[in-house]
């Protein structure tokens, strides 16, 4: 076929995370076959470099189904149990990476640089004689029997026995992620769920932080639904001019997907967790005996940020900030205290794509195998990391989905090609011997 470049090989679309390490794991399994990567920015593994603030949080000590976001359950703990079988972390071990976990089980490498993890990477891509084709975007996948053709943007063509398409999702542009992905994968034929920001800062309703920007605050974070509570979350909340972001913010993102259809979503913030409301109530009239003449701004000094106070005095409905505290009745006072153990923020509402952290929908987990990530029906195509429903919380759970998927799919495909060999070695023998037996008789 004039055009295309024949060659008995495994194509990896993508040199993100989860291309790169299945790349390593196809050429390790499969050293007399070719593997290549094709990645379209100049270099690979761009966004790898940014991930843990540029410490590469590259997996936590407490993987657990909880802590995905996915529209299919049972087929993400299936998955993840694979994954963890394949064990990601042990994999970086063995091949020379030296980690270490802190207070929260996030595990980064021991130089706290993600530099050092790429450049690893990429030293066994050397020693593996991966071939990297940067520059090179692909615009389409195509079926030619038991093969696959891959046409890059320029024209070039690429035929390989199998393909491991690791081109991410939607989730930060920046990097070079445009979402093509998702539609190679439509193309192909895959059902699709509905893709949305996840781990992302959340818009709300302007009136809530009017004033607010650039302020941070700890406590207890808790998205509900009505009056269901969904999930809580410990930590700091920072205010923006457009809503409301911080890590605890953004874990509860992941739970307003479309597939969740969440009717009336309403973040609440304890600014006072460690105490119940009626005993906050009991302490702040008590304060309030220390400083009898103190308005409202001079009450809340030394209690929260002085903006904070002003906006929860308002949210409370509680009248002017100029008013005395000894006018307060013992009523109010309860609004007070349960304002500040429930601050409620409305109107909620992903951020851009720019902001996310990770694509939550894509791919159907059903539509891949369990144990391989390999497209159902399409022997030797697989589909790995972020293009596939199923998004982690922050701390490291993104990148054990990512490494584990593509350890996955690049073992996978290069026994699929072991046995496809063995086979076809085979069969000139088989029919050598009837050939022998037919003259004989």
């Not at 998955?79 to 030296?98: E, N, S």
């Not at 089980?105 to 990429?122: E, F, H, M, T």
Request: aromatic share 8%; glycine share 12%.
């Amino acid at each position: 076929m004039e055009g295309i470049e024949c060659m008995k090989q495994i194509l990896i679309l993508g040199g993100g995370a989860a291309g790169i390490i299945a790349a390593i794991a196809a050429a390790e399994n499969s050293p007399d076959c070719r593997v290549t990567i094709l990645e379209k920015n100049p270099r690979i593994g761009k966004k790898l470099l940014a991930t843990g603030n540029g410490r590469c949080n590259l997996d936590n000590t407490s993987i657990s189904p909880d802590c995905y976001f996915t529209s299919d359950q049972n087929t993400m703990k299936e998955m993840l149990a694979h994954i963890d079988r394949a064990d990601p972390l042990g994999w970086f071990r063995q091949h020379g990476l030296l980690c270490r976990s802190d207070e929260a089980g996030r595990i980064y490498p021991y130089s706290n640089q993600a530099a050092d993890v790429l450049n690893l990477l990429l030293y066994w891509l050397e020693q593996q004689k991966v071939e990297l084709r940067c520059g090179c975007a692909v615009r389409d996948i195509d079926r030619r029997g038991a093969a696959y053709v891959v046409t890059a943007a320029d024209g070039q063509r690429f035929m390989a026995d199998a393909v491991i398409c690791a081109l991410g999702g939607k989730a930060g542009p920046q990097f070079g992620t445009d979402g093509f992905g998702l539609e190679l994968a439509r193309l192909c034929g895959c059902a699709m769920e509905p893709v949305y920001p996840c781990l992302v800062p959340l818009n709300s309703e302007k009136k809530q932080i009017a004033g607010l920007s650039g302020v941070r605050v700890k406590g207890e974070i808790s998205l509900w639904d009505g009056e269901r509570l969904l999930r809580t979350e410990n930590g700091e909340v920072q205010f923006t001019d457009y809503g409301i972001s911080g890590i605890a913010v953004m874990q509860l993102s992941g739970l307003l997907g479309p597939h969740y259809h969440l009717r009336q979503p309403e973040i609440h913030v304890d600014l006072f967790p460690h105490l119940a409301e009626q005993e906050l109530v009991s302490y702040l009239q008590e304060r309030s005996r220390l400083l009898p003449e103190t308005d409202a701004r001079g009450f809340m000094t030394g209690l929260v940020h002085p903006r904070v106070g002003a906006a929860v005095w308002k949210a409370a409905d509680m009248g002017k900030e100029e008013r005395k505290l000894s006018t307060l009745s013992s009523g109010e006072w309860g609004k007070l205290a349960h304002s500040l153990k429930c601050w409620r923020f409305r109107g909620l509402s992903p951020t851009d794509w720019k902001n996310a952290q990770t694509t939550g929908g894509g791919i159907a987990l059903s539509q891949l195998c369990s144990d391989s990530f390999q497209l159902r029906g399409c022997e030797g195509l697989y589909f790995v990391g972020e293009t596939v429903d199923c998004a982690g919380c922050c701390g490291g759970y993104n990148l054990h989905w990512a490494f584990g998927s593509g350890l996955l799919a690049g073992h996978h495909a290069a026994m699929l090609l072991k046995n496809q060999r063995k086979s076809s070695a085979k069969a000139p023998k088989t029919q050598k011997s009837a050939a022998k037996k037919k003259k004989k008789s």
